[in-house]
């Protein structure tokens, strides 16, 4: 059975930083490309950032290029983001998801619909 766990969310004041990290089992997580979204109340869940295998080729939504960084520890099973000058319109609550089976980020990587494994989210509260 595959587990998908985030960690690290709180409430942080516009201009600070969090990390956010995203354990993985039940699965080959090496096997996997992973991936970050986020949900703000009353919008759609949206990309953040997507990662490769290998940690070699990572893609972010221009909300959040410069300011993010996604990484990956594949020895820990374990997905991070980097989150700096936040804002608070980053305000939500963040997934880490994996695709079916896939180790490559694909040309729609944003999509929700491309991943087939979920957690159960962190939220982030950014004040102003």
């Known amino acids: 059975q595959v587990q998908v766990v985030e960690s690290g969310g709180g409430l942080v004041q516009a201009g600070g930083s969090l990390r956010l990290s995203c354990t993985a089992s039940?699965?080959?997580?090496?096997?996997?490309?992973m991936a970050w979204f986020r949900q703000a109340p009353g919008k759609e869940r949206e990309g953040v950032s997507c990662?490769?295998?290998?940690?070699?080729?990572?893609y972010y939504a221009d909300s959040v290029k410069g300011r993010f960084t996604i990484s990956r520890d594949n020895v820990k099973n374990t997905l991070y983001l980097h989150m700096n000058s936040l804002k608070p319109e980053d305000t939500a609550m963040y997934y880490c998801?994996?695709?079916?089976?896939?180790?490559?980020?694909?040309?729609?990587?944003?999509?929700?619909?491309?991943?087939?494994?979920w957690g159960q989210g962190t939220q982030v509260t950014v004040s102003s």
């Open positions: 039940g699965l080959t997580f090496v096997d996997y490309a």
């Open positions: 990662i490769d295998w290998y940690g070699a080729t990572s």
């Open positions: 998801a994996a695709p079916a089976a896939s180790g490559y980020c694909s040309g729609s990587w944003s999509n929700r619909n491309g991943y087939k494994y």
